[in-house]
């Protein structure tokens, strides 16, 4: 079997850890598997580079950052290859560039064009353990390019892929993807399984175990990830295609996102274009919006209410208040005090009165809904901040996301 | 004019060294040169490495001590393109690898077969300064090596060779060449030129300005070298092939070397093969010897002394007292209390009576000779210890070195 295996920076923070990394790895490759390990930089390594070029360049270019900070996985590469050396397994190091993890020319945010499996495949017939550097790229002039935030998993899921890997480790520091926020739910209980959709959900909502780059990749190619704590041998959460079984959970985990806040237009002349007209000019502002919801009123005057990221709240107050001065509309209302509510699983899609339900169970909980937005396997509610703990406990308790 | 700058470690210790630097290089870029670049590693960041990889293996294999150590070079070209970008000045940096440094196999240690200029000379006649990593290479399998103690200045002169540049500078933190010390000598003068040969000499005699390696690569390609501080305008030492002029000093410069040991070896039986037989049983122990006497007695025994770096004595001394057993030689005697003095110059090959004025001026001062030998471009006294320096100020006076 082959195993492709990441370790994140917090798995490889100092020698000692890197050790114990490669007493693991080991104990893997004695049980006859094939492994490829990917690894990113040492703890803070790329935090203190970016500190080194800012004190040299206000704004570097990226084809330089991606010179300095590939160094860092590099080192992290070479020690685990001695790590292992010093335990008596063959073992062999690797950059992006001698793997040949071919890129485009985004030097900082580089997406990976293709990966040559050669010298992967000629050193894991030698029996060695061939290790990775994470997050590097090399474009098509041999320049040395960077995968972006999250780039050493889409490495690892990347080489899982094109060597038709079993499966795609993710060690971190989480044991896996859980039903809510244990710190909020005490009964909160760790998945087994997961789809890709529901993690590509639960990302946008603050479960921010795996980047939305590398699920979708993994979706793409079908690569099942398994998310696992590097520091236990216990089993994590398996990341795959939705699998239609007969025990299937409705929903497979309910979240509170509290980074939010609402911004409402009141009295605006309810003519066509107008909605199209305020989101483009955010849009251009490169502010994100999630929840809209618009309501007409006796009187053919509009209120458009809907959320935005909390820091960019005065950015979006300029852009909004032009606007109302332009349409002549009554006012305009900020509220950072409240929090989104969600829950999400593909089994709403086979499952009707999820919604009804959920709706049913804040009004129990005395919890009043602001606003509503849906999509196939997510139902959002806007609430008061204040009462989003107690709404979380209330859901995750009514669907019973806490039974084995 | 194509001009290759080289600068050491203690250049680039820090972010403002580097931007100091990079106003350096702008300069002679807006005089119209073209600027080549190698730089090493940022202060002591090879020996960090270093001191990670003896925490995860006791003997870490050549391979990954070199993938580890390259990175460190890596760091310092990127932060100085990086400051060159910041003042304006079009810059780019690369590794080894990318422009195409290849080595032979031998990773720690490994010796430049080929420099590709392809890469190199495009970058330059864009206009841009061309940074490279020094130390470090990569073999034919693609594999990253590195050169060395003294690595950089070795990619330096190789790519002033390759590039047929005018010069290759070697920035670093003395100011050239002197005829003595200046901290025993305090009329000692800086040299505007010297011979490969002679700095070859000098170096094994502790002025450790330029590695051998490098001067021999130099020499090979007739490639000359100017030896200059980072932190000065101030021209340095030329180091070329030898010049003939009328004006050429006799002697160069004068040295006391304060790490060796006399041995000698009382009572040998005056047979046929018995030094061969010494000296082979010392240099299977990797041990190296410097001056070698000889003195038969009227009663047929010989005396057998040589030197040795100090720091060998006890080792030299186990394999010697082997030897006396064997040979039924009388005793074996110690003594580091001892100096070697020598004057080191090409113009020994035309001038006579250098020896007799230098062993008259030592017999003036009242300092002893207790061993001599010479070479084509040196003669070297072993003196007691203690007399050394006043030994090379009497030697530095009586050939005038310090007169302009």
């Given at each position: 079997m082959l195993v492709v295996q990441k370790y994140g920076g917090t798995s490889v923070a100092t020698t000692e850890k890197i050790i114990s990394i490669a007493k693991r790895i080991l104990a893997i490759r004695n049980k006859g598997h094939k492994v490829v390990v990917v690894v990113s930089a040492i703890g803070h390594t790329t935090d203190d580079l970016l500190a080194l070029a800012n004190n040299v360049n206000s704004q570097p270019s990226g084809r330089e950052i991606s010179m300095l900070l590939s160094t860092g996985e590099q080192v992290s590469v070479a020690l685990l290859a001695m790590a292992l050396h010093e335990l008596g397994c063959p073992a062999i190091s690797f950059t992006g560039m001698q793997v040949g993890i071919v890129t485009n020319?985004?030097?900082?945010n580089a997406k990976i064009l293709r990966i040559n499996t050669g010298r992967i495949r000629k050193e894991l017939s030698k029996g060695k353990v061939v290790i990775v550097a994470g997050f590097q790229g090399v474009n098509l002039r041999n320049d040395i390019t960077t995968l972006g935030r999250g780039g050493s998993n889409l490495t690892a899921v990347g080489l899982a892929a094109v060597l038709k890997a079993q499966a795609c480790e993710?060690?971190?520091?989480?044991?896996g993807v859980y039903t809510a926020d244990p710190r909020i739910v005490p009964g909160a209980k760790k998945l087994d399984r997961i789809s890709y959709e529901e993690m590509l959900e639960l990302y946008s909502l603050g479960v921010q175990v795996l980047q939305p780059r590398s699920v979708q990749f993994a979706q793409k190619y079908n690569v099942p990830i398994h998310v696992r704590s590097?520091?236990?041998q216990k089993d994590g959460t398996l990341i795959t295609k939705e699998v239609k079984t007969m025990e299937k959970e409705v929903i497979s985990g309910v979240t509170a996102t509290k980074n939010e806040a609402k911004i409402c237009i009141r009295g605006v002349p309810d003519r066509p274009g107008i909605a199209a007209r305020i989101f483009n000019d955010i849009a251009r502002k490169n502010i994100n919006v999630d929840m809209i919801v618009q309501n007409v009123g006796e009187d053919g005057l509009a209120d458009i209410s809907f959320t935005i990221i909390a820091v960019d709240l005065i950015r979006t107050m300029e852009t909004v208040e032009k606007i109302r001065r332009e349409l002549k509309a009554e006012k305009v209302e900020a509220d950072s005090d409240i929090a989104k509510i969600s829950v999400v699983g593909v089994g709403m899609r086979s499952h009707s009165g999820v919604a009804a339900k959920m709706f049913r169970t804040l009004a129990q909980s005395r919890v009043n809904i602001e606003m509503i937005s849906t999509s196939e396997i997510k139902i959002s509610c806007l609430v008061r901040k204040h009462l989003a703990d107690k709404a979380v406990r209330a859901i995750h308790r009514s669907f019973k996301l806490g039974k084995k």
């Open positions: 020319a985004a030097y900082t993710m060690n971190t520091d989480v044991d590097s520091f236990s």
